[in-house]
């Protein structure tokens, strides 16, 4: 039986089993690559993704769950403004190294600035623990939230 899916704003139908994990259809069933598989585990972050606004963990979020819900992935945040300013803080700052954890950690980053627009240190510390980088780049994640947290607000004047 068909699952009707909203991603980034389409509607989808998929024929997975309604058990099979969110990450698997984004990349298998619908060929949205962005979405990584890290640990498999909801530990690193990697499979990042909102789920009406709100980050979640795609490798442990099964299908089924996230019927007639909104999920948007790093392929739409281009087209969302605090995404967007999100990934290019990211590349002002050059956070990437490797990059393998850098779409969860945007996903992360952008959901926090959705709903906090002037985080703390500490604030940008909690927001993004669960996003792990097997690189260390956490300085210039860090800087590029506040980069992009500073470039929100002006233009909010």
Known sequence: MPTSL???????????DPVTPLLWVLRDELGMTGTKF??????CGACTVHLDGAPIRACVTPVSAVA??????IESMED????????????????AQCGYCQAGQIM???ALLKSNRSP????????MSGNI???????????A???ASGELAKGSK
């Open 6 to 16: 909203s991603i980034n704003g389409q509607d989808r139908s998929i024929e997975a």
């Open 38 to 43: 890290g640990c498999g585990m909801a530990l």
């Open 68 to 73: 007639g819900k909104r999920v948007s992935t």
């Open 80 to 95: 969302d403004s605090i995404g967007r300013a999100v990934q290019k803080a990211w590349l002002e700052t050059d956070v």
């Open 108 to 110: 992360s980053a952008t």
């Open 120 to 127: 703390s240190d500490d604030d940008i510390v909690a927001a």
């Open 133 to 143: 980088c097997r690189c260390g780049t956490y300085h210039r994640i860090h800087a």
């Open 145 to 147: 939230i506040r980069r």
